[in-house]
T-cell receptor, first 113, second 116 residues
Framework: KNQVEQSPQSLIILEGKNCTLQ??????????LRWYKQDTGRGPVSLTI?????NTKSNGRYTATLDADTKQSSLHITASQLSDSASYIC????????????FGSGTQLTVLP | EPEVTQTPSHQVTQMGQEVILRCVPI?????FYWYRQILGQKVEFLVS????????KSEIFDDQFSVERPDGSNFTLKIRSTKLEDSAMYFC??????????????FGPGTRLTVL
């Protein structure tokens, strides 16, 4: 069964600090991996998308890495801001389907002043 | 920037009643989706829709659910006889093109459905 596991479940950091969120997946075959940011009560917003041939992708202060061999990804946030407080969801897309996505449970990040 | 919109933002209904959740996808998008997220749980895929027909559906999407694109802009999810366990946030999403592996799904803000 395709699964996406994220860690930690929750994380609290101080404003200005960096943090790294982890994602392990067992989705096969693999098409791409996405990181989404979901504010409370809102829809997910795409941060990065990576195919199996890409091992890093940046979007401002967000940098995602992918190791397709070990089926692991990380999302690194630098110089965190209060507005970074949200759930960060790792989503993996299998190939050969109508773009069904397998969602992780998310890491709830809280940035404190 | 174009965005997916959903109405209503919150729907309260009695068990057994029919509800229709509405979505307006981004205008040049071709693929449409419905997802749900029960409070505190993962986002779950319900159904995908392309060329006026269902492409894929999950086991959650039983006979109580239906989708429709009644005109050129709206995409609706109907639940015929709501159950308590249908209470969730329902997200609509759309995607621009059929081919390619890195096209993004754009999510709407969601409709919170509460079944009493």
């Amino acid at each position: 069964k395709n699964q996406v596991e994220q860690s930690p479940q929750s994380l609290i950091i101080l404003e200005g600090k960096n943090c790294t969120l982890q994602c392990n997946y067992t989705v096969s075959p693999f098409s791409n991996l996405r990181w989404y940011k979901q504010d409370t009560g809102r829809g997910p917003v795409s941060l990065t998308i990576m195919t199996f041939s890409e091992n890093t992708k940046s979007n401002g202060r967000y940098t995602a890495t992918l190791d397709a061999d070990t089926k692991q990804s990380s999302l690194h946030i630098t110089a965190s801001q209060l507005s970074d407080s949200a759930s960060y969801i790792c989503v993996v897309s299998p190939s050969g389907s109508a773009r069904q996505l397998t969602f992780g449970s998310g890491t709830q990040l809280t940035v404190l002043p | 920037e174009p965005e997916v919109t959903q109405t209503p933002s919150h729907q309260v209904t009695q068990m057994g009643q029919e509800v229709i959740l509405r979505c307006v996808p981004i205008s040049n998008h071709l693929y449409f989706y419905w997802y749900r997220q029960i409070l505190g749980q993962k986002v779950e895929f319900l159904v995908s829709f392309y060329n006026n027909e269902i492409s894929e559906k999950s086991e959650i999407f039983d006979d109580q659910f239906s989708v429709e694109r009644p005109d050129g802009s709206n995409f609706t999810l109907k639940i015929r006889s709501t159950k308590l366990e249908d209470s969730a946030m329902y997200f609509c999403a759309s995607r621009v093109r059929l081919a390619g592996t890195t096209d993004t799904q754009y999510f709407g803000p969601g409709t919170r459905l509460t079944v009493l």
